[in-house]
């Protein structure tokens, strides 16, 4: 039965156009072509990402985040609680009215008191601006190499400035070194994010998250053993044009350079409007959607390649939508918050900051991509 599955997944008619087999795209006469067993390197890879990293962020970012003096805020701990830890941990993090009252009879706090503790405990879980700013440290350094690399791989294809040569020859093109390892290494890297994104700074938009790692991996899969590598290497260096913008950003958010997040974040704005809503759905998808079937008749790969870009294309336009909206209160000159974020949240009761010897407000905390706050410094 699994012979069976496994001879039916990889069945021509699925993933490659009429009349060809994968024996065409057996290596002959010195020219290589993109195979599925090559993809099994990446999982050793993505671990080895994931160890490069915890070193990175060791001796990289955090002498990097001392540097630019990145400061995290002090919190306040709950004192330890059995009964409120308890619900805490196996009822909800925010009980409700109902819940706050019965608390505060079976610990003997006031319901003022149970709701301050919830508000530190929740505190106590977000992140710390230190984990913030390694992350979007790692991420920026990775997206920029591999934007340069990618640049690097397909600025002097022919493909690269006219896009019907993508299809010219299909699928019997060969690959060369620098594609497959540009190959390698993405996927490599988008599951190194899906293996840490349960450890990694959780945001608003986490099933997102997921969904595009997912489809990520998916399409950067697919496109390499049914060798649309041509439209593959376009696609991989496109979103990477302005993810390290992005993570730039948060860098200088969390170090307090409120200028400097501003003005990338409105220069990573216009990349992003411009890549991911003009040219990859006028150029790139028209370029994989009415192209190939100049070619040959839409087959099961084909609908299937496509579909998962439509997948990614709604995401952005998701994110280009919050990203707007931000841009629309920065430009207002009002209060601007990531639509994402997760806020981190202050003490309500007369004088317990002061005495506590923090002495000024508590300034927001937020958990997601930086976004540009006039009143406040600004965290992610």
């Keep these: 039965m699994l012979q ?45 990402f994931l160890i490069i990293r915890y070193f990175f962020e060791l001796y990289v970012a955090t002498p990097l985040a001392a540097l630019l003096n990145v400061k995290e805020k002090t919190r306040l701990r709950a004192p330890p609680n059995p009964t409120l830890e308890h619900f805490y941990l196996t009822s909800g993090k925010q009980p409700k009215q109902v819940g706050v009252e019965l608390l505060s009879r079976q610990s003997g706090l006031s319901g003022r008191q149970v709701e301050r503790w919830f508000r530190r405990r929740r505190n106590q879980d977000r992140p710390s601006l230190l984990k913030k700013f390694r992350e979007a440290s790692w991420r920026f350094t990775f997206y920029l190499i591999a934007f340069i690399a990618g640049m690097a791989v397909i600025i002097d294809k022919p493909w690269f400035f006219d896009l019907k ?13 620098s594609q497959y390892w540009y190959y390698m290494i ?12 349960a450890s990694d700074v959780k945001r608003k938009d986490f099933k997102e998250q997921i969904i595009h790692h ?34 730039s950003a948060k860098m200088f958010n969390y170090a307090g350079w ?25 150029w790139i998808l028209h370029c994989t959607v009415v192209y190939p079937l100049e070619l040959y008749p839409a087959f099961f790969g084909y609908y299937f390649f496509n579909s998962m870009m439509g997948v990614l294309q709604l995401l952005h336009i998701f994110w280009a939508y919050l990203i707007l909206r931000m841009a629309y209160k920065f ?50």
């Excluded at 599955?5 to 009429?18: C, G, I, M, S, T």
């Excluded at 993405?186 to 994104?197: A, G, T, V």
């Excluded at 317990?352 to 958990?367: F, I, W």
């Design 214 to 247: 997912v489809a990520t991996i998916i399409l950067i899969s697919f496109s390499w053993f049914a060798n649309y590598i041509r439209a593959g290497t376009l696609i991989m260096a496109l979103h990477d044009s302005s993810d390290y913008l992005l993570e």
């Design 186 to 197: 993405e996927l490599s890297f988008y599951w190194s994010l899906l293996f840490s994104i």
């Design 4 to 48: 069976t599955l496994y001879d039916y997944f990889w069945w021509e008619r699925l993933w490659l156009p009429v009349n060809l087999t994968w024996a065409d795209l057996e290596d002959r006469d010195g020219r290589v072509y993109a195979k599925a067993s090559d993809l099994y390197v990446t999982l050793p890879l993505a671990l080895l």
């Design 331 to 380: 430009i207002t000159g009002k209060l601007v918050e990531d639509e994402r974020s997760d806020r981190e949240e202050t003490e309500s009761s007369e004088g317990e900051e002061a005495a506590a010897g923090g002495g000024a407000k508590s300034r927001p905390l937020a958990n997601g991509h930086p976004i540009l706050n006039n009143n406040h410094r600004k965290n992610d």
């Design 165 to 177: 040569k993508v299809w010219e020859g299909y699928p019997i093109q060969s690959t060369i070194p």
């Design 258 to 282: 409120k200028n400097t997040c501003n003005n990338i974040f409105i220069i990573f704005a216009i990349v992003f409007i411009i890549t991911r809503l003009v040219i990859l759905p006028f």
